[in-house]
DNA sequence: CGGGTTCTTGAGCGAACGCTCTAAAATTGG
DNA sequence: CCAATTTTAGAGCGTTCGCTCAAGAACCCG
């Protein structure tokens, strides 16, 4: 988008790729409110003219941080899963390890961007809370879908509920991340992981 | 404490109960940081220097807040549960029930307030940051307390681990508090409830 | 009633907020 | 080499932040 380079004038002296990563490390870190201009020009390593000139403004910066991160191997790990396993029960088997394992992981920020900086946004900013309510039930809505599929091809008991399940589960990743935000290691997330999945319906197709 | 009335000087003209009430609805609805003084203040129905003078700073108004909410019926239903249930799977099994009927009424904020406003706050605020931290984290080693007890009661199998299973139900509680925020109904919440139960150890003792 | 005490009011402090502007610097096209 | 274009650095805009303070009002005690 912005990528067209060796046009007329002076080039950008910093990474914006690198840019935005650091703009993620610190909303990751501090949530969307939290996180000032000021702290994210100083880790960004540039001064708030470039910062508006190559990003806009702040909230835009954020949504290309989210967009970014949903692209990234540790946020895209869920929808990889979905697809690449052969049955339901083995995507939300994997999620619910891998988030196990990522959510703690010390080489980032603690738990999933996208469900902790949404929690720190105002109501005021409806806009902002719309956007980041929406993404987190639009994965509700994958895992009633992957759901729904399991059921039609008898991986589901029929008295199971897709929705019922996708919401189980959803809530179940939230409770995870947050869990590792408040310091949970992975030993004690892999096993939050086991039990959530004993709850899968009867006749269990492992 | 500020309690003992009829003291000399001009009496307070406002409620400080009520003004209490007006700063915890507000705080539960947008947390900690994202509350303003100023809104504060307008909410309260009082100016700035009376709401220092009879309630301290803005940090130590609102762990007056998290305090009066932990002994209200709405933030103390998971210790009277844990309490009064003579078994702990009915313990859990009320706790989840109830959780998912208050956490989405329309008669207050939507979720658990120290699970919302907790995740408010920034990195700065390192000592609230903790103090909330705390008080989640408390929670659990209450769930574990309980969950060891049933174990020596015979109520869960040697080779359940009480401490995975409070981890567990923390986190569920938590994704459910999250999910009311993010606009899930009771009914739904209800169903996620009884999924999370279906967890519960072999030889349940319902 | 007068002195002592406490509370209310409203102005406003210094700092930080998101953001903008100007001038200089660095590049390309002609 | 010059004009056009784009980015840089840095000052600083207007607003809001948490919080304080002086002045007056409302009560109790003696």
Redesign the pocket.
């Known amino acids: 988008m912005t990528d067209t380079r ?9 990474d914006r790729a690198a840019a935005l990563t650091a703009a993620t490390r610190l909303f990751w870190e501090r949530g969307y409110e939290a ?5 994210l020009t100083e880790a960004m390593g ?5 910062l ?3 990003f806009g ?3 835009s910066l954020f949504k290309e941080v989210v967009d970014n991160y949903g692209r990234s191997p540790v946020g895209a790990f869920i929808g990889v899963a979905l697809e690449e396993e052969p049955t339901a029960f083995a995507a939300f088997a994997r999620i619910l390890r891998e988030a196990a394992v990522i959510y703690p992981d010390p080489a980032h920020p603690a738990g999933c961007l996208t469900i902790s900086a949404a929690t720190n946004v105002t109501t005021q900013d409806a806009d902002m809370e719309a956007y980041l309510r929406d993404l987190r039930n639009g994965n509700l809505a994958v895992f009633e879908a992957r759901l729904r599929t399991a059921q039609r091809a008898g991986e589901l008991p029929e008295a199971a509920s897709p929705r019922a399940l996708a919401a189980y589960f959803g809530a179940v990743v939230q409770g995870m991340s947050q869990r590792a935000r408040d310091g949970a290691t992975a030993a004690e997330l892999a096993e939050t992981a086991e039990l959530a999945l004993a709850a899968w319906p009867a006749g269990r197709a492992r």
């Open positions: 060796a046009k007329r004038g002076r080039p950008r002296t910093f996180t000032s201009v000021g702290e540039i001064r708030p003219g470039s508006y000139a190559a403004d702040k909230k």
